[in-house]
């Protein structure tokens, strides 16, 4: 929790002025036994009603000014513990967007998504109350007693006594429930993925028929997880019958205690009311404080998962210029130099040893089986990881020495799953360029072979498209994914696979495009397809990592064993020379 405290550091006025406002409040509620010890020894004792009518009044003056002192403090609190969930959330979405495709492969979404909302939420709710009544309780308990010693000292020792033992027994409590409440998050966790899978690929569960088995498996899930917080609630639970007993134990003493003290004349009868009052104020708090302890508790692991995410440095850092200038630019658009990548915690390099290198307005293609290593060479372009060894550069100077905006300027990517959000087509759209104009949207909507789609949607650039795109069908998405990397002009294309969706009519339409967008592109090709290659400058094949063969179609069929089983696959009836001679 210390290391979510500097973002309190805005509302540290309201931080101080809500327990101070329930310190006021408790000292009105402490002076009560005392005004009611009165009425009991004076007002009942003399039958003086005159003076009963007035302690009445002074009753109800305390209680509209404790109330009024109750709900300034709530007032504070509120807006603190609401501000401080406000901007922790902001800045733990902040550090998220930071983070390199390694710590967000290492975290998993659903882990972010649980810590971005119900971890915060409950952290929120620990803070609120925290500040309303975590002090208020001891202020009450250790105010009681010390009203309590000057009334009989003798009488007080039992609240010497009977508060350590409670507060002992409180946190032990405590400090067994917080690691499983830790616990009980991280099942948490579980769920919220299943859930999150279940729903993105409903489609696939009920093709497969996987109902049934993915009803068991939430249900295997959420078992464990209503299991664990049973049992750590039957834990949390023990507080309140343990406090009622150690608090009715210390009462029946005070009482038989104040009894004889009554008897031998050394205190009134309205005095050892004020007692038993006090004694009853600490049982009341102590049973606020058992509650306040769990939902603490849960605040208290929830801050700490939030900080470990806050704790995890990104391993990517980006320089504040871009060391390039125009007159220094290489003649290779870009060039790999011996790059090996590791995923981590994999077993094996994804990439080895990988060199080659693209001129300015060249078109390459990759190919190679699934899992050789394409889409996580291609990753390495923009930056989305970094390569353990060797080097990727642009115009000469590697990538780490770009800045993000002046990369992602030069980069456009289309990744294999098309991802559009729920806005207008324009607005997606202009995710490439903010400020692009209707002219230049429908410019890349036409090489993209998308002109079509959005001219028959009503409203065309102001068509609403649901989360995900779910209201156009996967080549649409695909083509609208190409037109939003088109609308910026960058100076490297990258088309991860984006046109296994097309049919070949509009997949050679869309690459005769592009080949004629009249500035100097270098495009990358990633396709299982020799098809869509084929007329590429250069041709890179991959064979589990590693660098196969390299150069033009033809090239490649003379030379490369591994191109020529690809080829003979997809073209089994067609001779070499003769694909050669198309």
Not at 59 to 64: Q, S
Not at 115 to 135: A, F
Not at 313 to 328: L, Q, W
Request: net charge neutral; proline share 3%; aromatic share 8%.
């Amino acid at each position: 929790m210390k290391k979510l405290l500097p973002y309190l550091k805005r509302y540290t006025m309201e931080s101080i002025l809500a327990p101070l406002f329930k310190l006021l409040e408790v000292c009105i509620d402490l002076l009560v036994p005392l005004v009611v010890a009165r009425m009991i020894n004076i007002g009942v004792v003399n039958n003086d009603r005159g003076f009963l009518l007035r302690c009445f009044l002074v009753l109800i003056f305390m209680a509209l000014v404790g109330l009024a002192f109750s709900i300034t403090a709530q007032f504070f609190a509120a807006k603190a513990s609401t501000g401080f969930a406000a901007d922790l959330r902001q800045a733990v979405f902040d550090h998220i967007q930071g983070f390199s495709f390694t710590e967000l492969d290492t975290l998993g979404a659903d882990t972010m998504i649980t810590r971005l909302t119900d971890d915060i939420h409950q952290v929120q709710t620990g803070v609120n109350l925290g500040l309303r009544l975590l002090l208020r309780s001891p202020f009450v308990v250790f105010g009681a007693m010390v009203m309590a010693f000057t009334i009989d000292v003798s009488c007080a020792w039992v609240f010497a006594v009977a508060i350590p033992v409670l507060f002992a027994a409180v946190f032990a409590i405590m400090l067994v429930s917080i690691p499983l409440y830790q616990k009980a998050q991280s099942g948490l966790d579980r769920i919220t993925r299943l859930t999150r899978e279940n729903l993105t690929g409903v489609r696939v569960v009920r093709a497969f028929c996987r109902e049934e088995h993915s009803v068991r498996e939430f249900e295997e899930g959420n078992q464990a997880l209503t299991r664990l917080n049973e049992f750590v609630g039957r834990i949390s639970a023990l507080l309140n019958p343990v406090t009622y007993v150690l608090i009715n134990i210390a009462a029946v003493w005070l009482i038989h205690r104040g009894a004889l003290q009554v008897s031998v004349g050394r205190i009134a009868q309205g005095d050892v009311v004020a007692l038993n009052n006090y004694m009853l104020q600490i049982i009341a708090e102590l049973i606020k404080l058992a509650s306040l302890i769990i939902t603490l508790t849960k605040s208290l692991a929830c801050a700490g998962r939030v900080s470990s995410v806050l704790a995890q440095k990104a391993t990517m850092d980006y320089p504040e210029e871009t060391a390039i200038s125009r007159e220094n630019r290489s003649a290779a658009a870009l060039r790999f130099d011996h790059v090996t990548f590791t995923y981590q915690n994999a077993g094996a390099p994804s990439l080895c040893d990988i060199s080659f290198q693209a001129l300015r307005g060249q078109t390459i293609g990759i190919i190679g089986g699934t899992g050789s290593g394409k889409s996580t060479l291609v990753s390495l372009i923009p930056r989305f990881y970094d390569p353990q060894q060797g080097s990727v550069s642009l115009d000469g100077v590697d990538v780490r020495s770009y800045t993000r905006k002046a990369l992602c300027e030069k980069v456009g990517v289309v990744q294999q799953r098309s991802v559009l959000f729920q806005d207008s087509i324009r607005d997606n759209l202009r995710w490439g360029k903010e400020n692009a104009s209707d002219e230049e949207l429908w410019e890349a909507l036409e090489k993209a072979q998308a002109k079509e789609i959005v001219e028959a949607k009503p409203g065309t650039l102001d068509f609403r498209l649901e989360q995900g795109g779910r209201n156009l069908s996967g080549g649409q998405k695909q083509r609208l994914s190409i037109a939003r990397a088109l609308v910026k002009k960058p100076e490297i294309l990258i088309l991860d696979d984006s046109s296994s969706a097309l049919d070949f009519a509009t997949d050679a339409a869309l690459r005769k495009s592009i080949r004629s967008l009249g500035y100097p592109v270098t495009t990358f090709l990633v396709s299982q397809r020799i098809a869509c290659i084929r007329q590429a400058d250069q041709i890179l094949v991959l064979d589990n990592g590693h660098l196969a063969g390299c150069g033009t179609h033809e090239e490649l069929l003379e030379s490369c064993a591994l191109y020529q089983e690809i080829y003979d696959s997809q073209f089994p009836g067609e001779g070499r020379k003769e694909g050669n001679a198309q």
